[in-house]
């Protein structure tokens, strides 16, 4: 069985395991992690980077159109 393989991490408020889903925005992958416990919300670029006012922006742009 083949699956994509996202790393898990733990929920720095809980320690629960964080939800994460993988997305294409803008041809670009990334990767949002969610603790359904506390809501806590988490982009995750390609490359590591956490950048969660960026990923907001082109959501609410591509919303808009
Ligand atoms: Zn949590």
């Known amino acids: 069985m083949k699956q994509t393989s996202v ?3 733990k929920c720095v ?3 629960r395991l964080m939800v994460a889903l993988t ?3 803008e041809n670009e ?3 949002l ?3 359904s416990h506390c809501d806590v919300r ?3 670029a390609v490359d590591g980077s956490i950048s969660l006012e960026g990923v907001l922006t082109e959501l ?3 919303a808009g159109r």
């Open 7 to 9: 790393q898990q991490k």
């Open 13 to 15: 408020k809980c320690s």
């Open 23 to 25: 997305l294409d925005i």
């Open 29 to 31: 992958k990334r990767t």
């Open 33 to 35: 992690r969610s603790c």
């Open 42 to 44: 988490e982009w995750e």
């Open 60 to 62: 609410s742009d591509s």
